[in-house]
């Protein structure tokens, strides 16, 4: 089951640069919410601030509160254990290019030490068919790499294996930039069907795609939140004037 | 304007010809050499090669016959001291200086340390490993020639794992530590096994450079007309032994030190060819 995610007093640096400043919000359990914004307002920032991958970045440095569940991710734990609660899709496919599919998708499970063998088999199968990528790959399982799989499969495969390790929260940075539309549109498929029992954060470009899959939607400028609400006001009553601007294509 | 069009077109395939020539040229002189070397190590080699060479050590001085065995078992025990020392520590400081240290002054060092140490001549190698443990001991020995060896393979093995490591993409690192992977294991299961091929040819090539090494073994494993298998005593070596006979006056032995050249450029091309062989074995279908 998904839990919620709260924000408060968040702020991000890369070295001077002031990425995130005083982000506040209420992340709901179980549903999708997309962030929007000009490229480097702070979206993919602000994700990364969420799993504690921002801080892998060595100029880079956080602070404020984020609660996961009811766990204090900042203060509570180690960033791995958080990792493992947190799944995360990139832009970019990024499958290991040496190992086969099975391997891609129980990769974490398997280096986090777990090797029952026939519960592998069984978390593989369900977590390709949840990633809606089972029956093209299922008689090729162990002998192909990850590498040899077309773009959007490639990208089925990470969420595969983000869910594998089961999960409460999924991030997807722009996780269908690098696809095309048929690919795109299933992965917006396999967003619904995940919804029920994952919190989604997708951090999108693509307006209408944020209009189709999320209930919520905030919109990010200058490291700053200007606008959460959902969707559906934020799409056609925005009541920031600089939200307005920017859905109606007027900058960005 | 359409006579221009056809002049500029003869031009451009005459300039693609000129640079395709260039280049095939370019890879008959690199390739040349070795074709060459090998071609007459084989003519003045192969009819001096007989079973004897391989089974028999050295005959004493005037008497005909006998072969180079104790040599060539000698080089392998050698060289397998060398890789024992200069694999491990050239690939740990490798990924060291590509993934733990990178930008800190330590890997700074540490890399121009590397570099210096490929270019030191390798007699001075032998020439430090002698005081530092044939002196100590106060006996030549295979372990000496061998330290020596593998001192030599550090810099290389170093110096291309780190650059292979380099190469692996930073989405591959962050897909690992976005699991829940701890870093070290992100870095041991999943970065150097993706580099391991860049990581095996580097090892390869070092290998390859030391077995032909004659002038650090001169000081340490010292050479042995007898078979020893022992590391605690001076040991033969393929290259000591081709030295020793190239230089001598006896004909007889001219031709076992071409055939002894012959048989350690093909044992260093079968010991290459089998690693890559044995670490191919295992990729995938569409692997990258």
């Known amino acids: 089951m998904g839990v919620g995610i709260e924000v408060a007093n968040l702020n991000a640096w890369y070295g001077n640069n002031h990425a995130l400043q005083d982000i506040n919000l209420n992340i709901p359990a179980n549903h999708a919410t997309a962030l929007i914004g000009p490229s480097g307002c702070g979206k993919s920032t602000f994700v990364r601030c969420l799993n504690r991958m921002h801080e892998t970045n060595p100029v880079a440095r956080a602070t404020g509160t984020v609660r996961i569940g009811d766990l204090d991710i900042y203060k509570d734990c180690k960033p791995v254990k958080v990792r493992r609660r947190v799944g995360m899709v990139f832009q970019r ?116 795609q944020a209009a189709r899959v999320a209930e919520k939607t905030g919109f990010f400028l200058n490291g700053r939140m200007v606008e959460f609400d959902t969707t559906h006001k934020i799409f056609t009553n925005p009541s920031d004037k600089r939200t307005e601007d920017y859905i109606t294509g007027r900058f960005g | 304007m359409r006579e221009e069009r056809k002049l500029r077109d003869r031009i451009r395939a005459l300039t693609d010809g000129l640079a395709t020539a260039l280049a095939l040229l370019a890879t008959i002189v690199v390739v040349a050499p070795l ?57 740990g400081g490798g990924i060291f200086l590509a993934e733990f240290g990178r930008g800190t002054r330590l890997a700074n060092a540490i890399r121009f340390t590397a570099d210096v140490l490929n270019g030191v001549p390798s007699i001075v190698m032998g020439i430090a490993v002698y005081s530092l443990i044939v002196i100590p001991q106060g006996h030549f020995s295979a372990f000496s020639g061998g330290v020596a060896l593998g001192i030599m393979m550090i810099p290389t093995v170093c110096r291309t794992a780190e650059e292979m490591l380099l190469m692996v993409p930073n989405a591959v690192r962050e ?12 870095v041991l299961a999943i970065t150097v096994k993706t580099a391991s091929p860049g990581i095996i040819t580097g090892c390869m090539l070092a290998f390859a450079r030391v077995a032909g090494e004659t002038a650090p073994l001169i000081f340490t494993a010292l050479g042995n007309q ?9 040991i033969a070596a393929l290259p000591l032994q081709i030295y020793i006979y190239a230089l001598s006056p006896s004909d007889d032995w001219h031709r076992l030190a071409w055939a002894g050249a012959l048989v350690l450029i093909v044992l260093i091309v079968a010991a290459v060819s089998l690693v890559r062989y044995v670490a191919s074995r295992g990729v995938l279908k569409g692997a990258s």
């Open chain 1, 93 to 208: 496919p990024n499958p290991f290019p040496t190992m086969s599919i099975y391997d891609n998708v129980c990769a974490g499970l398997k280096l986090n030490g777990y090797d029952h063998r026939q519960a592998l088999d069984e978390i593989v199968e369900k977590s390709l068919r949840n990633s809606a990528l089972w029956d093209e790959v299922k008689d090729d399982l162990k002998k192909k790499s990850g590498a040899s799989l077309s773009g959007g499969q490639q990208q089925r495969l990470c969420i595969a294996r983000a869910l594998a390790v089961d999960p409460e929260v999924l991030l997807m940075d722009e996780p269908c930039s690098a696809l095309d539309p048929v690919s795109t549109s299933k992965i917006e498929d396999l967003i619904f069907q995940l919804k029920p029992q994952y919190t989604i954060v997708i951090v999108t470009h693509n307006m209408q």
């Open chain 2, 175 to 186: 897909a690992a530590l976005a699991l829940g992977v701890p870093n070290w294991r992100s």
């Open chain 2, 226 to 234: 007898f078979w020893s298998a022992s590391l605690n005593e001076p």
């Open chain 2, 35 to 91: 074709v060459a070397i090998f071609a007459y190590l084989v003519y003045k080699g192969a009819s001096s090669l007989s079973l004897d060479f391989f089974i028999k050590i050295p005959k004493p001085v005037g008497e005909l016959g006998g072969g180079m065995a104790n040599a060539i078992l000698g080089s392998a025990i050698l060289l397998a001291v060398g890789s024992a020392i200069g694999v491990p520590v050239g690939i």
